[in-house]
């Protein structure tokens, strides 16, 4: 837990630097600025991934070719594709990496404000709270003290707003960018026509967890969430509309 308390520490002496500036809002504050810390230094693994999912759309013909030529034999099929990423330097697995590296930040920031003791004391940072609305708490809290529309709920009803925006652009940039890509095959990538009509839902359900955990951790989603739209438009905006819609 000595990792935990230190932790703790280091977003308590944040906020009391901000104090002066937001008051009561100084630990929310101080969640976003870890969260936006977290998200540049994982940013160039995300430059990295932008890359390489560009380069493997590049390869997407000589990879169907490798499907159509080895279909019926699936360990071959997978040496040669392997053997392709590795000739043409595309990593596979480059573009999960800087999600996969976000998750501990998340996971610690759920821990932090979903529990009471952190080194055999009190956790300070249960008692901070967000336009009244608990940093600890979480929807069903806010919607018990007060209803939608009190204090709480309003703060909640700003982040529901957020997302909306921030998923529906998501939505209608991915829906513009498939509408321009070639429809894939069954042959090419079976089941691949199903998850693209899918995908561009996927960003709405960041309110599902903006819903269900601590005000804390959802500061957190939402400020990664905002961050990562800007992010792909950026690195995105020249990649084929096929890279896009992969990168979502």
């Not at 837990?1 to 308590?12: I, N, T």
């Not at 090419?188 to 998850?195: F, Q, S, V």
Request: hydrophobic share 50%; with cysteine.
């Amino acid at each position: 837990m000595s990792f935990f308390s230190g932790f703790a520490d280091v977003v308590d002496q944040l906020a009391d630097v901000l104090h002066p500036l937001f008051q009561g809002a100084s630990v929310a504050v101080a969640i976003i600025l870890f969260t936006m810390a977290v998200r540049l230094a994982v940013h160039p693994l995300s430059r990295a991934a932008a890359r390489g999912q560009k380069a493997r759309t590049k390869l997407a013909p000589q990879l169907a070719e490798l499907r159509k030529k080895h279909g019926k034999n699936p360990e071959k099929l997978q040496r040669e594709m392997l053997e392709l990423h590795k000739r043409e330097g595309v990593s596979p697995l480059s573009g999960c990496l800087p999600s996969l590296l976000q998750l501990p930040a998340f996971f610690l920031m759920y821990h932090l404000f979903s529990t009471k003791e952190i080194g055999g004391e009190a956790n300070p940072l249960l008692g901070h709270s967000l336009g009244g609305a608990p940093l600890a708490g979480r929807f069903h809290d806010a919607l018990a003290d007060g209803g939608l529309f009190g204090g709480a709920g309003l703060v909640y009803i700003a982040l529901f707003l957020l997302v909306t925006a921030v998923a529906t652009f998501n939505y209608r940039r991915t829906k513009q960018q498939m509408a321009t890509a070639p429809a894939p095959t069954g042959e090419a990538a079976p089941g691949m026509g199903a998850m693209l009509k899918f995908m561009p839902l996927m960003s709405f359900l960041t309110l599902f967890t903006v819903a269900v955990v601590p005000l804390a951790a959802a500061l957190y989603v939402v400020t990664s969430t905002t961050w990562s739209a800007a992010e792909r438009y950026f690195l995105y905006r020249d990649a084929p509309p096929t890279a896009l819609a992969a990168a979502m």
